[in-house]
């Protein structure tokens, strides 16, 4: 499902359970020594993932190890990003001289907990999320923002490598086109001798799952 929500340049690869035959380098392995076994499935899994996709590139199997704030550390001259939730995992890859970068993001399609609405939208994104719900109930478009903002977030910080909370950034939806527009309420880092002000973004829903999904 992934793929339909990410340009032709990426290399995606993605599971709906956990794959026994996911195996990990030492160097992950010292990682998660004394994870919980549903740590261990879903970080292992993820990276079998990632291993998937880095062959779609033609790449060799290499280490993910997460970096600064955990990010994902990819081979030279990739860019990526990884998600996982209850009964998804996926990961998406590019060559950095394709793509600056790439974030992604799975959620399950169900209303957010009390409390977190609150704490990451702005008030003329909840404004628009009534509006949305009212046109289209049957959607959950509280989870739908949440998951656009953790696209940002891993988009944005191999740029700039500093933090973005989710009041920095406003995100707009337009349900026609299943996309997003995020404008960024902080300074970006400069890309291309540009200075990012902002990104875009497509979403779907899906068998029980809401992606989100960001390619700069």
Known sequence: MIEEILPPKVASSEAFDDVAEATLFPQEEAMIARSVDKRRREFSTVRLCARRAMADLGLPSAPVLP???????????????????????????????HLRTIGIDAEPHDELPDG???????????????????????????????????????????????????????ITFNPARRSFTVRLLVSGPEVDGSRLTGFTGRWKIDSGLVLTAIAL
């Open 67 to 97: 970096g600064l704030r955990g990010s994902p550390q990819w081979p030279g001259g990739v860019v990526g990003s990884m998600t996982h939730c209850d009964g998804y995992r996926a990961a998406a890859l590019a060559y950095a001289t």
């Open 116 to 170: 977190v609405l609150d704490a990451v939208a702005l008030p003329q994104e909840k404004e628009q999320l009534a509006a949305l719900k009212a046109a289209s109930p049957g959607k959950h478009w509280d989870r739908l923002l949440f998951s656009a903002k953790e696209s940002v977030y891993k988009a944005w910080f191999p740029l700039a490598r500093r933090w973005l909370g989710f009041e920095e950034a406003e």
